[in-house]
């Protein structure tokens, strides 16, 4: 199970279920990473005001505030952020122009939503070691590609909600207790699982690894061409055209990689883990 389905009624919430997801998900931020580390890092189109929006006098955000905007509004229209694990950086959007869909409903209501700290921590802390300095003119594509680093942090911080009330149910006394004392520091070391973060993060840098690395296609190196069985004076030959040398494609350390490994790990390390166990905590709160 890599995704959970909402529409299930009597789908329980299991935290290794959920965990698979948040594996999952690993796949889908480093490959979006990877994609906005094709630019560089394009500092214009986080300046707010830089760049005029004639059909929107009153906006004064950023070029990627723009088209964050833009893009959440139509999805709000397809009723993304009625999905409970969909959650906008903005508000006032659109209602959908889809009928509503009868969702399970497993968390209690709240209206935590850390996209604020998701936005700051990507602008500030993920993307200058993520892309090259300077400017490649590639505005449009380092926002498209942004939006789906952001929007794909988003989904798996916001899973903390699903994780800690998989956690509640399976000691409700012991959160209960800790939750009414709103001892935080309590409830942060009970939820914790520092093994599963270990794993996590050695599973990381190696999907980094993999995932980064450059494939060198066939026909971008020199193979040993295959030659017929006899040459053309119809001498025995070895089936291999030895004028044609292996270009390879790698560096001196044998790859040449699309991303860095040690910021996809300290994304999480510093960030994603930290960001996803204060959502769980938010949440726990809420259900004194
Ligand atoms: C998500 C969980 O809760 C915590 C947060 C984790 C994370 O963000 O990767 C991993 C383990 C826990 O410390 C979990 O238990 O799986």
Known sequence: MTTMNFLEKDQKLSLDKLRNVLVRLEDTIIFALIERAQFKQNEIIYVQGAFPFDNEPDFNGSFLDYFLLETERIHAQVRRYTSPDEYPFNDNLPAPVLPALDFANHLIPNKINVNHHVKSMYLLNILPSLCAPGDDSNHGSSATRDVECLQALSKRIHYGKFIAEAKFQADPEKYTTLIKARDTTALMA???????????????????????????????????????????????????????????????????????????????????????????????LLRA
């Open 190 to 284: 009970l939820l914790t699982n520092e093994l599963v973060e270990e794993r996590l993060l050695r599973r990381l840098r190696r999907k980094a690894e993999i995932y980064g690395q450059e494939y060198a296609d066939e026909s971008d190196v020199d193979e040993p061409a295959p030659v017929p069985s006899t040459s053309a004076d119809g001498a025995a030959t070895n089936g291999t055209n030895p004028s044609r040398k292996r270009r390879r494609s790698s560096t001196s350390d044998g790859t040449k990689r699309r991303i860095d490994l040690d910021m996809v790990v300290r994304l999480y390390k510093d960030f994603v883990i930290p960001l996803t166990k204060k959502v769980e905590v938010d949440y726990l």
